[in-house]
């Protein structure tokens, strides 16, 4: 196939509606890879029947569908196991509205009634900072294992949704992992599948460093370390 017959990828952008940012990183994280990359000027290329599978992924991303969902959906467009994970996406959107309608009538009640700023208290931890050798590595095995998406302004990828209960923020801190100043971090993450999000962490560079276990006092749980040493403790929600 000739260049003629491939688009750029800044007439892929066009045609499919995805910015190139958001095209070079599905191709980073291989889940919408180009036709051709110029082994010399490393342009991506595409051909125009990818832009069928670039514009579902476009509104799949636009409903807030994870990566590695995203995926699935892509191998199992029309199978029970596409329908499930829209199916689970959707009972976790609900969620979030429902969260949301809390807020607002929460808001709507402080409006109405008043509020005693005396008596407001907020002490849930909404944020972890961890350090970082390997910032791309790293980056990339959040987004593969999670399906999570950095925020490269903040240095961070979200958790939830804004001003609800599921909100938070892991912040990747490249300057304290590579001068040795801290040492590795080690937080704990729920997740739906304990067994099914091990492998994927593994599969997507993670060490090993207990599989999954149990014990009397808490829930089915494994640890695995990041690209950059931090200690990740999975648990079964």
Do not use: C
């Not at 490393?42 to 636009?62: E, F, K, P, V």
């Not at 695995?224 to 931090?230: F, I, K, R």
């Amino acid at each position: 196939m000739s260049h003629r017959e491939l688009l750029s990828i800044g007439e892929f952008s066009v045609k499919t509606g995805l910015s190139i940012p958001a095209l070079r990183h599905y191709d980073e994280v291989g889940l919408l890879p180009p036709a051709r990359v110029d082994p010399g000027t490393g342009y991506r290329r595409y051909r125009l029947d990818q832009a069928t599978q670039a514009t579902l992924i476009r509104h799949l991303r636009s409903v807030d569908l994870p990566i590695d969902q995203i995926r699935t959906m892509l191998a199992e467009q029309s199978g029970p196991d596409a329908a499930a994970v829209l199916h689970a996406h959707r009972e976790r959107l609900l969620e979030r509205a429902h969260a949301i309608t809390r807020l607002a009538e929460t808001i709507g009640r402080h409006y109405e009634e008043g509020t005693d700023m005396k008596t407001v208290k907020e002490d849930r931890v909404v944020q972890v900072t961890v350090p970082v050798r390997d910032l791309d590595a790293t980056v990339r095995f959040y987004t593969e294992a999670f399906g999570l998406d950095y925020d490269q302004s903040i240095s961070s990828f979200q958790f939830g949704a804004w001003e609800t209960d599921s909100f938070f923020l892991l912040t990747l801190d490249a300057s304290a992992g590579t001068d040795g100043r801290f040492g590795p971090a080690m937080f704990g993450l729920y997740v739906d599948d304990l067994d099914g999000a091990h492998a994927a962490a593994l599969a997507s560079g993670a060490a090993l460093v207990q599989p999954p276990f149990e014990t009397d006092y808490a829930p089915r749980r494994s640890v695995v370390a990041d690209p950059s040493g931090n200690r990740i403790s999975l648990t079964q929600r």
